[in-house]
């Protein structure tokens, strides 16, 4: 028998399944929680015990998806390894998951813009673990000391928003990574150690 907490977990699960399902299928701005609710077979009640809001899950989707890549992540950088090819690695990465994402990308990106500033940052999140990256690489002497990391952190978040909303007029596949790259070179030849 399942207790509690895993009866919970089951239900947020359910939930978030049939959240994906249908943003993928009729793209976030499209669906309705009425929607969603039908779909999880679930009470109006129970999904606002769960979620404020479909953009709640939008956003937990989007962090959830990344959390356990960056935390390993970061630990390789504690273990020694450079952090500006990890960064780019997440960069390549990133741009492949908003591809797969087809339709909500842009949304994703829109939500975000307007849940940073309400939420607190995890080292885990997007933007925290890019601020962190960068930290890392600034003890790691790649990067110049004079460098601003909050401010580089904003022009690397900057490039993906801008990235990502191009890219989401014209979805070709793998131009989303062809365009992060190319930023994230640029950027680095003006602040890497020679």
Do not use: P
């Not at 009470?43 to 890549?69: C, H, N, P, Q, W």
């Not at 940073?116 to 890019?130: A, L, T």
């Not at 790259?181 to 150690?193: D, F, P």
Request: proline residues 0%.
């Amino acid at each position: 028998m399942a207790t509690q907490e895993e009866r919970k977990l089951e239900t947020k699960l359910k939930i978030i399944k049939s959240a994906k399902k249908l943003f993928d299928k009729s793209g976030y701005k499209y669906t309705t929680v009425e929607q969603i609710i039908k779909s999880a077979n679930i009470s109006k009640g129970t999904f606002y015990k769960y979620f404020e809001t479909k953009v709640d899950i939008l956003i937990f989707i989007a962090r959830d998806d990344y959390r356990d890549k960056n935390k390993e992540a970061l630990e390789l950088i504690s273990n020694g390894a450079n952090a500006l090819t990890i960064l780019g690695q997440y960069l390549d990465a990133l741009a492949f998951w908003f591809e797969s994402k087809g339709k909500l990308a842009k949304d994703i990106i829109q939500v975000s813009i307007n849940f940073r500033d309400n939420c607190e940052i995890s080292k885990y999140s997007g933007y925290g673990f890019i601020h962190e990256v960068l930290k890392e690489a600034l003890k790691q002497n790649l990067i110049e000391k004079f460098t601003n990391i909050s401010e580089l952190t904003d022009l690397i978040g900057g490039a993906i928003i801008i990235s990502v909303l191009s890219w989401s007029k014209d979805t070709k596949s793998g131009q989303l990574q062809k365009s992060l790259s190319y930023k994230y070179e640029l950027l680095l030849q003006g602040i890497k150690n020679d």
